[in-house]
């Protein structure tokens, strides 16, 4: 019988050392796992270090900002997104996490996941 619904706990998922709650990548017979998109939850002050700066070809990357604000540079403009904000990181624009504010706490959502669509940009 195919699972109607699923309800994820992001804080539960994060305290049992999952980033990622929903996507392809998880096992075909788990509740979390779509083919429609892939979401994250992050505790910025957890993060060692920001990722290289990237685009994807073909994926649109949301930056929910849940609570404290974070700064990234989309192309050659840095963006300042606070509480509440979403921020929409289109295909083709290079970008990356500049400045991670303390207590910065966000849901990372990339539709559609396209596999190896990740292009970095600076090493």
């Known amino acids: 019988m195919p699972i109607e619904f699923t309800v994820a706990n992001f804080e539960e998922r994060r305290l049992a050392g999952r980033k990622w709650v929903f996507g392809p990548f998880l096992p075909k017979d788990s509740e979390y796992h779509t083919e429609a998109l892939e979401i ?57 996490i500049t400045a991670i504010h303390p207590g910065t706490r966000l849901v990372l959502i990339k539709a559609p996941p396209w596999p190896g669509d990740k292009v970095v940009v600076q090493e």
Request: no cysteine; aromatic share 10%.
């Open 40 to 96: 994250g939850y992050v505790n910025l002050h957890e993060v060692e270090s920001t990722d290289r700066l990237h685009f994807h070809s073909k994926t649109e990357e949301y930056y929910v900002v849940l609570a404290g604000h974070l700064t990234i540079q989309v192309a050659d403009r840095f963006v300042e997104v606070p509480e509440g904000s979403i921020l929409l990181v289109r295909p083709g624009y290079p970008h990356i």
